[in-house]
């Protein structure tokens, strides 16, 4: 298979989706100034753009009349989002919450999920997620017909049953990974032997 994209416009999302994987899900909550809580995952989802600052990328595509979708309007409006670890007991939740088009409606509600307020920023969090990140809006970028949001990471929580000896054990982070359709990917760490690296 040869493909050449300005050829097959129609067919790059299924071609970059399918081969970019397992891509991270951006589970991003928000509230909208008049205090509508939304809850949406994106796996146009980069969890590290730098360190220092800390910075992450969502990519949010428009509605087909151009206007923003919910995530994106609450974000450049408020200048604030969380993020929330999506583990392996969560995925069903989070699947119902990727399809809601009512901006009136609370995603939270719709998928029967707890939530608790943020620490530093003025939006909910997943409860029983394992990890949250509390961001600021640090700058956006247009790109086709989407919206690229880099968030400042203010705060991060993560819930003790991660660690070992006081640090994260990727070995227990049970992350769910984005393939294509309704496809996902759970972790199954192994180790690479780098005698080059002893």
């Not at 640090?138 to 993560?158: A, C, L, P």
Request: proline letters at 6%; hydrophobic letters at 40%; glycine letters at 6%.
């Amino acid at each position: 298979m040869e493909v050449n994209p300005d050829e097959a416009v129609d067919e790059m999302y299924r071609l970059l989706t399918s081969l970019i994987v397992p891509r991270p899900i951006g589970w991003v909550s928000s509230r909208s100034p008049d205090g509508v809580d939304n809850l949406a995952p994106y796996s146009f989802y980069m969890g590290v753009i730098e360190a220092n600052p800390p910075v992450v990328m969502v990519s949010t595509e428009r509605r087909p009349d151009g206007t923003p979708k919910d995530s994106a309007a609450n974000v450049l409006e408020t200048e604030a989002f969380g993020l929330n670890l999506v583990t392996s007991d969560l995925v069903e939740a989070m699947d119902r919450t990727s399809d809601n088009v009512d901006s009136d409606e609370d995603e939270f509600d719709l998928a029967d999920l707890d939530r608790r307020e943020a620490e530093t920023v003025d939006v909910p969090l997943v409860a029983a997620a394992k990890a949250t990140m509390e961001c600021t809006l640090h700058d956006t970028m247009e790109i086709g017909d989407h919206i690229v949001i880099f968030g400042h990471i203010e705060h991060i929580t993560v819930d003790d049953e991660l660690l070992t000896d006081g640090k994260i054990d990727v070995e227990k982070v049970d992350a769910v990974g984005r393939l294509t359709g309704s496809y996902y990917a759970e972790l199954d760490p192994f180790k690479v032997t780098r005698p080059w690296a002893q």
